[in-house]
């Protein structure tokens, strides 16, 4: 049982262009949302994060768009830049700030020069 | 400087062997967590823990057995390993913040654990 899926496990994206990475969840309790970033060899950081009580949280070039009646959420970032290129994340949560995240399985961001 | 540090970073052993792994985070932070990233890169919590006490435990094998000496240290030892205890293991730390909440998990490198 699958919670939070990210059905894209790549993207490739044109540097300076719009890169969107998208997840969906199942569980309707799930009430906080947040994106991770993780480069090789490294664990993954923190990167945004949405209450459902908002609809957009916005961060620089990183933007986070939350659709309850879909259970949809996506991650913005505009323009891409090379240093973009890594594995996102996304991960849900019963709760802001609770311990237990439920991850999804990541989708690869290549950003092309 | 590393905040969250794992070790060893990689390990390589065979079925029915006994291993640790070690985890140390210099953040302050006073709970900390094991993840398993398996082969479909699904990233899931395994255990929790808070000042050194069990918070969260996902119905994870017992031949798993966590054990947290200090806040600022959670072991994970693996008994009788299988071929399945394949994968990536993720140590992160966070802070209880006030009303039992807790700021973002900050993780560290991972250990890819194989089992032949």
């Known amino acids: 049982d699958q919670q939070v899926k990210q059905n894209s496990p790549s993207l490739s994206v044109q540097e300076g262009r719009i890169s969107i990475l998208n997840c969906d969840y199942t569980?309707?309790?799930?009430?906080?949302f947040l994106w991770y970033k993780k480069y090789p060899a490294e664990g993954p950081t923190f990167l945004i994060s949405?209450?459902?009580?908002?609809d957009k949280n916005e961060d620089g070039r990183f933007t986070v768009f939350l659709n309850k009646s879909a259970k949809h959420l996506s991650l913005h970032i505009v323009p891409s830049q090379p240093g973009d290129s890594a594995v996102y994340f996304c991960a849900a949560s019963v709760g802001q700030g609770a311990q237990k995240l439920v991850f999804g399985q990541g989708t690869r961001l290549t950003i092309n020069p | 400087d590393t905040a969250v540090s794992q070790t060893p970073k990689y390990l390589v052993t065979q079925m029915g062997n006994d291993k640790s792994i070690k985890c140390e985070q210099n953040l302050g932070h006073d709970t900390m967590y094991w993840y398993k990233q398996d082969s479909k890169k699904f990233l899931k919590i395994m255990f929790s823990y808070n000042n050194k006490e069990l918070i969260i435990n996902e119905t994870v094998p017992n031949r798993f057995s966590p054990k947290s000496p200090d806040k600022a240290h959670l072991n994970l030892h693996i008994n009788s390993l299988e071929l399945g205890d394949s994968a990536v293991y993720f140590c992160?730390?966070?802070?209880?913040?006030?009303?039992?909440?807790?700021?973002?998990?900050?993780f560290g490198p991972g250990t890819r654990l194989t089992v032949l």
């Open positions: 992160a730390s966070s802070r209880r913040l006030a009303g039992g909440l807790y700021n973002e998990q900050f």
């Open positions: 569980n309707s309790m799930f009430d906080y």
């Open positions: 949405i209450s459902s009580i908002k």
